[in-house]
């Protein structure tokens, strides 16, 4: 069987995961093993989901990669990076992590990005030049960091890397993902943001969220400064966190239900321009639910058919924050 060189495990439709995975993948071929191919490196997409998130085939690899996404103590785990608050699964994989102290795994709870941290630490550390990918970096620290300057632009998706975060969020395309952190690992992200693989798709797909953004206005409720949303019947795996906070700048926390093809979904945000406001760490919430992210937002997956039961978690944890 096949055995690449690489495989690496990123964060699945996620700017932030694609970002991470191109600047590793960039990194690791001028750095670690220059002259490797492209043909020789695996890449992977990681969902979060109910039961175990490592399987067999996420350490196909000669060395094995993991980008923003959760830690495992697996001896197969080479590189890792991350910026979640949920990273360990358990406080024993947290202790396995700090006992490591390995120079190719490395946790920042508080960068906004995994991207300019992955790429600031191995910058630091290996002395990698990431200014090629600067304005990869910059948009994957507004985006995951929700530094948009108002919840109108990152709705409206003002910028093309807005609209190239919505295709990453929306797309159902297996290979658009890999295409992506390929390309982006070669060339400036304004010259891939021009590419027919990446305009094309985004046609419906727009289409798509001005209909989403419609609903949700329709459908928002806001009291006590939460807004509780079900888009479970919409057929969504991920919504652009942004649209209740610019229909109503009321809005302090959304929860939101949906119900994708693998996993029911409840998600929790709070508004970027209210977090003097945020009285609740989200990720502690969704973790006692077996969920994670971080303090500002988070989200727990069931499964596709326990949709009543994350109606009902959504229910109890807008009361809690209600509170
Ligand atoms: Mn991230």
Known sequence: MWKPALQICYHDHCFDGVASAATFLRFYR???KPGLTLDRVALRGMAHRTGPLFDEGAF?????AVVDFRFTPDPRLTWWFDHHQSAFETEADE???RAEASDKKFWDPKAKSCTRFLAWTVRDRY???PTPLSELLEWAEVIDGAQFPDA???VELTHPALELMLLIEASKDPELCPRLIRELSQRPLGEVLRESFVTEPLGPILARHREVVKTVRERLRVEGGVAEIDLSDLALDNVNKFIAYAANPETVYTVTVTRGTNRSKVSL???PWRQDLRRHNLANIAERYGGG???AVSAMSFKPDEIDKARAVASDIAKELRR
């Open 293 to 295: 992210g971080h303090p």
């Open 269 to 271: 945000g709070s508004n």
């Open 95 to 97: 202790r396995a992590f």
């Open 60 to 64: 196909a690899g000669e060395e094995n």
């Open 127 to 129: 002395g990698w030049d």
């Open 30 to 32: 001028e750095e670690v």
């Open 152 to 154: 109108k632009s990152a």
